[in-house]
């Protein structure tokens, strides 16, 4: 898969086209992506021991791989253990 966790990417089409976030996970098996700030959710919640209140609790959805662009590329981390 060309995106892996830590690339700035671009929504180049459907409902966020043209935000700019972070891919937070990849799942390569179904070739879809989380990015930060994009594809926001809403999911109703009891309450449980974690989140007394409950609630409508928002959050990042997946969309499919092919529906973003890479504008920047993450660091590997033997580029940061030489520095």
């Known amino acids: ?7 700035k990417v671009k929504v180049i089409t459907g409902k966020d086209k043209g935000k700019e ?5 990849v799942n390569v098996k179904k070739n879809r992506v989380v ?3 994009v ?8 309450p ?3 989140n007394a209140n409950g609630g409508v609790v928002e959050s990042e959805g997946s969309i499919h791989a092919s529906n973003v ?10 580029e940061e253990t030489k520095k």
């Open 35 to 37: 990015v930060k700030g």
């Open 48 to 50: 449980s021991q974690s």
């Open 21 to 25: 976030g972070v891919v937070l996970s």
């Open 69 to 78: 662009k890479v504008i920047a590329k993450a660091e590997s981390k033997k």
């Open 1 to 7: 898969m060309f995106v892996k966790t830590g690339d």
């Open 39 to 46: 594809n926001k959710i809403k999911k109703h919640e009891k």
